[in-house]
């Protein structure tokens, strides 16, 4: 896989928005088309990211404190950890709990 929204795809995690015209507006959901083994898997690290990595634990906090469901707090922390995954092994570098990426601006 090349591509980050690939990989995301590939697990299941992309969300699906249930729409047609103006009559049909349901919420997004998780495609759940996909590796389930691997949604899972990341479902479950995302209870100990929440303990122990702070920026997974950021996002869920700011997640909660919005209003939203825990659940949904859970799954975004599964498209941190995927992405942290991705990264690593496109980089090749060690993981540094104080890294903060550069953007780059034209």
């Not at 690290?45 to 949904?72: E, H, P, T, W």
């Not at 799954?75 to 942290?84: E, M, P």
Request: with cysteine.
């Amino acid at each position: 896989m090349h591509d980050l929204r690939e990989l995301c795809s590939y697990a299941g995690l992309t969300p699906i928005i249930r729409q047609s015209g103006t009559s049909i507006n349901g919420r997004a959901r998780i495609s759940k088309i996909g590796n389930q083994k691997l949604r899972n898997l990341l479902f479950m690290c995302s209870f100990n990211a929440c303990k122990y990595n702070k920026a997974c634990k950021a996002i869920y906090d700011r997640i909660v404190a919005k209003g939203k469901s825990k659940k949904l707090a859970l799954i975004a922390v599964c498209n941190k950890l995927l992405k942290q995954a991705f990264a690593i092994a496109k980089s090749g570098f060690i993981y540094d709990d104080g890294y903060r990426s550069v953007l780059v601006r034209n």
